[in-house]
């Protein structure tokens, strides 16, 4: 029989003949000495051939020295098609020892190691990468980048069992860093931090959250100081950067992000720093994180402080439309009345109901009860709006912008914002004072000396820029 009967028989559907047919075919292409003859099984195998069982018991009998070529061509064809049958023969066989690996080979095999790989397709990757030559560097490389697209914790052992060196030495900081191991990144000498940067770069999500456990616990201030530069590149956005710099405890790292952060944002940063004990460690950035923090707990003292008991037979206006319950037809109805009082009404109760302009047009409205309660269901500040008369609609209207209120502005930015916290009195501002407090206090450090450089910015001349310190009597 031929190569070419054996093929035509290995899909014979003769009824009773054929199964006869299609095993003696599948006997005789085990038995060719042609590589071609097995990759016909092969193909059969990944179209789920009536006789699947028989070729893998055929295919798992190859030897991995009598039919080395046999293997290594198996190999090629899975990694271009890496079906899960032919997967479980190759776990069996493994790679056949002594014999060179083809680049192009290397690359389709360990292409098939993603995040979202079958089981036994990542383990077919690992019987493949541990059958490979210990010391080719660029072999090494492959199944690194092979660990990373598929985070396998089989490919990260394999690493470390069998101390595979890669050729870029950025991999080798990404996997030290990741399995916690100090001491190897240590001996790569990353003086200026750029491995670590780069091994940043190419983590996953998954990684960064170990570098980041790893550098938490590591006592060595320039390995920090390395990690928050690679925070600092723009490919984290700010939510990222602060929840990793949290993560690691990276005082110092916190205090220089709240400069690209709103007043919001940062809030939320002085929680943290009112719960714990951590501080920057340079004196004026520690000065003015006790200040915020001041100023933050006074303003949590005023916002949990409880409304006035109402006189008996009053009832709270918001309580009373809430009670209520209008359907929405009569919430449109409301919008389109004469009274403002019931225009509020609809507004509070159906802003879901509005859009944008509707509110900027209630913001303008000559009645407050309108504007109070377009500063109310806003969360963000609808408009550039002067000055309410009316009291609690010109608190609602700051607070809500002020939140907003980035801390990387201009030195006029901070000169009014200091000018307005002077001028802030009375317990009915308490709100809006301690928010500016916290916010000058950010500003006066970052923006009050009139030139913001960037750090990795150097002149052209020792002479050419000269810059100001924030007035000293604003840090004590």
Not at 131 to 138: C, F, M, N, W, Y
Request: glycine share 6%; net charge negative.
């Amino acid at each position: 029989m031929t190569i070419e009967d054996a093929k035509h028989r290995l899909y014979d559907t003769t009824p009773l003949l054929g199964r006869f047919r299609r095993y003696a075919a599948i006997q005789a292409l085990a038995e060719f000495p042609d590589p071609t003859s097995t990759l016909l099984l092969a193909g059969a195998l990944s179209q789920n051939h009536p006789n699947s069982d028989e070729i893998q018991r055929v295919l798992q009998r190859l030897s991995l020295d009598r039919d080395a070529e046999k293997v290594m061509a198996l190999w090629s064809a899975w990694g271009q098609a890496p079906h899960p049958a032919l997967a479980m023969v190759l776990t069996r066989l493994g790679w056949p020892p002594g014999r060179p690996v083809e680049m192009k080979t290397a690359r389709d095999v360990f292409a098939t190691a993603t995040a979202s790989a079958l089981p036994d397709v990542l383990q077919t990757v690992v019987v493949f990468a541990k059958s490979l030559p210990v010391a080719d560097e660029a072999l090494n490389d492959a199944i690194y980048v092979a660990w990373i697209h598929s985070q396998s914790e089989e490919l990260e052992q394999v690493i470390t069992a069998q101390e595979r060196q890669p050729g870029n030495p950025a991999l080798e900081a990404l996997h030290s860093l990741v399995t916690g191991r100090m001491d190897r990144y240590t001996t790569l000498q990353d003086e200026d931090g750029k491995l670590l940067a780069q091994a940043f770069t190419m983590a996953p999500s998954s990684f960064r959250n170990r570098i980041a456990q790893t550098v938490a616990s590591s006592l060595d201030r320039h390995v920090k100081d390395a990690y928050r530069q690679a925070l600092s590149d723009g490919r984290l956005d700010d939510t990222q950067a602060v929840a990793t710099l949290k993560l690691v405890g990276d005082e110092d790292g916190l205090f220089e992000k709240t400069r690209s952060l709103s007043l919001g944002v940062v809030l939320d940063l002085c929680e943290r720093w009112a719960t714990s004990p951590g501080r920057p460690s340079r004196p004026k950035s520690r000065d003015v994180v006790n200040r915020a923090v001041t100023a933050f707990q006074a303003l949590g003292q005023f916002q949990g402080d409880s409304s006035p008991s109402l006189p008996k037979g009053l009832v709270d206006i918001f309580d009373y439309w809430r009670g209520q319950q209008p359907s929405d037809v009569e919430l449109r109805a409301d919008l389109q009345a004469e009274d403002p009082f019931r225009r509020a009404r609809g507004l509070y109760l159906g802003h879901g109901l509005v859009n944008h302009q509707r509110l900027v047009a209630a913001a303008h409205s000559e009645h407050w009860p309108e504007r109070l309660v377009a500063q109310l269901v806003s969360p963000t500040p609808l408009t550039a709006i002067k000055e309410d008369h009316v009291l609690w609609v010109s608190m609602c209207s700051g607070g809500s912008a002020m939140l907003q209120t980035p801390i990387d502005g201009t030195p006029e930015d901070y000169h009014r914002h200091h000018r307005l916290l002077e001028k802030t009195r009375g317990s009915a501002a308490a709100r809006i004072h301690m928010l500016l407090e916290i916010l000058c206090a950010f500003q006066g450090y970052f923006v009050a000396s009139g030139i913001s450089i960037d750090e990795t910015a150097e002149a052209a001349e020792s002479s050419a820029v000269e810059i100001e310190d924030a007035e000293e009597d604003f840090f004590e």
